[in-house]
Nanobody, 120 residues
Framework: QVQLVESGGGLVQAGGSLRLSCAAS????????MGWYCRAPGKQRELVAS???????NYADSVKGRFTISRDYAKNTVYLQMDSLKPEDTAVYYC??????????????WGQGTQVTVSS
């Protein structure tokens, strides 16, 4: 069983920065991807950024140039450096781990979520 433990959310003024961390524990397969999703009030959960086990990064258009995702593969930890934050970045941020199983399907795990609030 995989557990994802997030930290680093909080309240920040517009233009400020936050760094989210997510540590994965348990049995993790070699082909995987870790990422961050967010859900703003009244909206569906959507991808913010992801990074695969081979290092390929993907970002939502709204955060390109402002957010940076990185991984410490030895620690099974993913980070999201959030700079130039805007009030519209306010959301609950969820860590995500996808693992490719032997039969080709992906097993998805979620963290509990951490609140990010950006004041104007």
């Amino acid at each position: 069983q995989v557990q994802l433990v997030e930290s680093g959310g909080g309240l920040v003024q517009a233009g400020g920065s936050l760094r989210l961390s997510c540590a994965a524990s348990g049995s993790i397969l070699s082909i995987n991807a870790m990422g961050w999703y967010c859900r703003a009030p009244g909206k569906q959960r959507e991808l913010v950024a992801s990074i695969t086990s081979s290092g390929t990064r993907n970002y939502a258009d709204s955060v390109k140039g402002r957010f940076t995702i990185s991984r410490d593969y030895a620690k099974n930890t993913v980070y999201l450096q959030m700079d130039s934050l805007k009030p519209e970045d306010t959301a609950v941020y969820y860590c995500n781990l996808g693992q490719r199983m032997g039969d080709g399907h992906w097993y998805i795990s979620w963290g509990q979520g951490t609140q990010v609030t950006v004041s104007s």
